[in-house]
């Protein structure tokens, strides 16, 4: 089922549409410029492009086809349906209606669910929704975090963590704490690499796209560039520029 819901997602169309074509479709949680993502490239990582055709034969071979009304059910007339949260910001809700509307005229029923960003439970709702949570990993260890069983925020630990989806394996938890205590780089990123095959194998997550970050200077400063593919700061580099004129 989840296989077939991230081959149903059209990406590139919301990176051109609601991003202005200024970056590129994600298929993993990791940038493309670390070795890790080569890595696990290597490793036959899936990355579900999207594909109608493989969607439909996948939610098929399941037991769920489209009825006359274009919606896919069971054999008991089951529907699949469900709701994509996200705050309320305006970009937000832009991004969580643009998904629902695909998986809508896919057959498959959603809405946008957007919540205040400022509602005092707010962690709770990102924690509890049903359905789909639209949630940026913003920096390279959350990306790792947002997988770690331990960060699966429940009522008991007051919702605490970064593992929204709720997604567990005993395996990526061994090599996440494995790669805690790892020092040498490329052993490291071998490891990183090995957990993100098992997230995307497993559709722990559906990734949308990377952030394009712009960073505003005038004429005369050099020095500001790319950000570094591990960190989400568009000025980590503010040390080395230079005023020329």
Known sequence: MRQAIAYALDKQLIVDTL??????????????ALP???????????????????????????????????TY???????IAFDITASN????????????AQYTAFGIPSNPTPYPAAAQNAVEIRH?????????????????????????????NRYRGNNYGGWRSADYDRIYEQFGVT?????????????????????????????ALGVAFRKGIVGPGGAAPDQAAN???????????
């Open 19 to 32: 991003q202005d074509g200024q970056t590129i479709p994600a298929y993993t949680s990791i940038a493309p």
């Open 36 to 70: 890790a993502y080569q890595l696990m490239e290597q490793m036959g990582a899936q990355k579900y492009q999207f594909d109608l055709q493989q969607a439909t034969r996948l939610l098929n071979d399941a037991g769920w086809t489209k009825g006359g009304d274009g």
């Open 73 to 79: 059910r069971n054999g008991a007339g089951q529907q």
């Open 89 to 100: 910001q305006p970009k937000n809700v832009q991004e969580a209606s643009a998904v629902a």
């Open 128 to 156: 509890t929704y049903k359905g789909f949570l639209i949630w940026p990993a913003s920096s390279f260890s959350n990306a790792l975090d947002g997988f770690q069983s331990g960060q699966i925020g429940t009522e008991q």
């Open 183 to 211: 020092l040498e780089t490329q052993k490291s990123q071998e490891l990183v690499a090995q957990m993100m095959k098992l997230v995307a194998d497993d559709v722990g997550a559906i990734p949308l796209y990377y952030v």
């Open 235 to 245: 000025a980590w580099n503010i040390h080395t520029w230079d005023v020329v004129s």
